[in-house]
C-alpha cells in the first residue's frame, strides 16, 4: 500500500463544524435528560396535598407586591380570598381600590391606622388586636383557600401580638388554606415553622436616589 493511500484525508472545516456542533447539542441534551430526571424524582415524592404557609421577608421591594401577584392566580381559579394590611398609610392603596369590592375577596384595613408619622403605641396595638381577631376567623373559616396577612411580621416586632398565637392559628387552619405572610423580619418561631420563606434583598431602590415615590409603584 503506497503512503499516499495510508494518509487519512483531512476533514473540511464545515464538516468540522458540524461535528463540533451535534458534539455540543449531544452534551446539551444528556445535560437536560439529567436534570429533567432529577426534577420528575422530586415531583414524583412530592405526594403531599395540603395548603401551605409563604413568609416574605427582607429589605427589598417587592414583598407585598408579590404577595397580591399571588392573590391575583388564586382568583383566577376562582378560589376565595381574605386580605388583613396590618400597617395602614395616608392612602388608599392601588390593591385595596382594586380588590377591595371584589366578590371573592374580603378585605380588611387595620381599623385605627398605623403611620410613620403618627406614633401611638396604645391605639396601635388596640388595632393589632381587632385586626388578629379578623385574622383568627379567616384561618378558620374553610371557604377561604388564600389569605394575605400583609405586614404581620411587624406587630411582633413592636411587641402588639403573640407570634405563639400566630403559629398555634397556622397550624389548626383548614388544610387545603394557602397562607402568605410579609414584612421585613420575622420572629424566629415564625421562621421554623413556615413551609416556605424567601427573603428579597436591597440592591438599589429610586427612593434612594431622589425619586419621589409614585402612584402605581409604592401604593
Same mark, same amino acid.
Given at each position: 500500500?503506497?503512503?499516499?493511500?495510508?494518509?487519512?484525508?483531512?476533514?473540511?472545516?464545515?464538516?468540522?463544524?458540524?461535528?463540533?456542533?451535534?458534539?455540543?447539542?449531544?452534551?446539551?441534551?444528556?445535560?437536560l435528560l439529567k436534570k429533567k430526571a432529577v426534577v420528575d424524582?422530586?415531583?414524583?415524592?412530592?405526594?403531599?396535598?395540603? #395548603? +401551605?404557609?409563604?413568609?416574605?421577608? $427582607?429589605?427589598? =421591594?417587592?414583598?407585598?407586591?408579590?404577595? &397580591? /401577584?399571588?392573590?391575583?392566580?388564586?382568583?383566577?381559579?376562582?378560589?376565595?380570598? #381574605? +386580605?388583613?394590611?396590618?400597617?395602614? $398609610?395616608?392612602? =388608599?392603596?392601588?390593591?385595596?381600590?382594586? &380588590? /377591595?369590592?371584589?366578590?371573592?375577596?374580603?378585605?380588611?384595613?387595620?381599623?385605627? #391606622?398605623?403611620?410613620?408619622?403618627?406614633?401611638?403605641?396604645?391605639?396601635?396595638?388596640?388595632?393589632?388586636?381587632?385586626?388578629?381577631?379578623?385574622?383568627?376567623?379567616?384561618?378558620?373559616?374553610?371557604?377561604?383557600?388564600?389569605?394575605?396577612?400583609?405586614?404581620?411580621?411587624?406587630?411582633?416586632?413592636?411587641?402588639?401580638?403573640?407570634?405563639?398565637?400566630?403559629?398555634?392559628?397556622?397550624?389548626?387552619?383548614?388544610?387545603?388554606?394557602?397562607?402568605?405572610?410579609?414584612?421585613?423580619?420575622?420572629?424566629?418561631?415564625?421562621?421554623?415553622?413556615?413551609?416556605?420563606?424567601?427573603?428579597?434583598?436591597?440592591?438599589?431602590?429610586?427612593?434612594?436616589?431622589?425619586?419621589?415615590?409614585?402612584?402605581?409603584?409604592?401604593?
Amino acid at each position: 500500500m503506497t503512503q499516499e493511500k495510508m494518509t487519512k484525508t483531512p476533514l473540511t472545516p464545515s464538516i468540522e463544524k458540524d461535528t463540533a456542533d451535534q458534539d455540543a447539542l449531544d452534551k446539551n441534551e444528556a445535560r437536560l435528560l439529567k436534570k429533567k430526571a432529577v426534577v420528575d424524582k422530586r415531583i414524583a415524592s412530592a405526594t403531599e396535598e395540603r #395548603g +401551605v404557609t409563604i413568609l416574605l421577608t $427582607g429589605n427589598g =421591594k417587592g414583598k407585598s407586591s408579590s404577595g &397580591f /401577584g399571588t392573590m391575583a392566580r388564586a382568583l383566577g381559579h376562582g378560589q376565595k380570598c #381574605g +386580605v388583613i394590611q396590618f400597617i395602614k $398609610g395616608r392612602k =388608599k392603596t392601588g390593591e385595596q381600590l382594586f &380588590f /377591595g369590592e371584589h366578590p371573592l375577596v374580603d378585605f380588611h384595613v387595620m381599623g385605627h #391606622g398605623f403611620t410613620w408619622e403618627t406614633r401611638n403605641p396604645e391605639l396601635e396595638k388596640e388595632a393589632a388586636e381587632q385586626a388578629w381577631d379578623l385574622a383568627k376567623k379567616m384561618l378558620s373559616d374553610p371557604s377561604i383557600h388564600f389569605i394575605l396577612l400583609d405586614e404581620i411580621t411587624y406587630m411582633y416586632k413592636y411587641g402588639y401580638l403573640n407570634e405563639d398565637d400566630l403559629v398555634a392559628a397556622l397550624a389548626a387552619r383548614p388544610k387545603h388554606q394557602n397562607v402568605m405572610m410579609t414584612g421585613r423580619t420575622a420572629p424566629r418561631v415564625l421562621l421554623d415553622n413556615v413551609d416556605t420563606h424567601s427573603k428579597i434583598a436591597d440592591e438599589r431602590h429610586a427612593f434612594a436616589n431622589g425619586v419621589k415615590a409614585q402612584v402605581g409603584i409604592e401604593w
